[in-house]
């Protein structure tokens, strides 16, 4: 990832992050609705559950809320820098911002996030 960190934020990712401080209940909401569609699909959806469930938990912080929020609110954006609806490419930016996000909050994400995301996962399994 190296110093991408530090490059300003594109239009659609200042977006995502304004819709995310607007709107945290729907953009949790439109979240794992995706991610409960495309779970089998995208190799980052446990992170992306992770993160769900990491932003539902009263212990964390609104930094931390407020960064995963926006790389999931990015996720669920319906304009973005790749089309989502090109096969593998298309969620190729969702896990990069993802990624980033995940990485600025490395030590949030707890174990008993990370169980959540699987527990969601297989519920999902059943449900799609």
Known sequence: ?????REPFS?????????????????????LA????IARHVPFAEDALAAYHCVRDPQTSARVKFILLAALAYLVLPVDAVPDILPILGFTDDAAVLA??????????????REAARATLDESEYSI
């Not at 990832?1 to 960190?5: A, I, K, L, V, Y």
């Not at 977006?15 to 909401?29: K, Q, S, T």
């Not at 995940?102 to 707890?110: C, D, F, K, L, T």
């Open 1 to 5: 990832m190296g110093e991408q960190w």
């Open 11 to 31: 239009k659609a990712e200042m977006d995502a992050a304004r819709r995310a401080a607007r709107d945290e209940a729907g953009i949790l909401a439109e979240a």
């Open 34 to 37: 995706l991610l409960r569609r």
């Open 100 to 113: 980033a996000a995940m990485s600025a909050v490395r030590g949030e994400i707890r174990p008993e996030h």
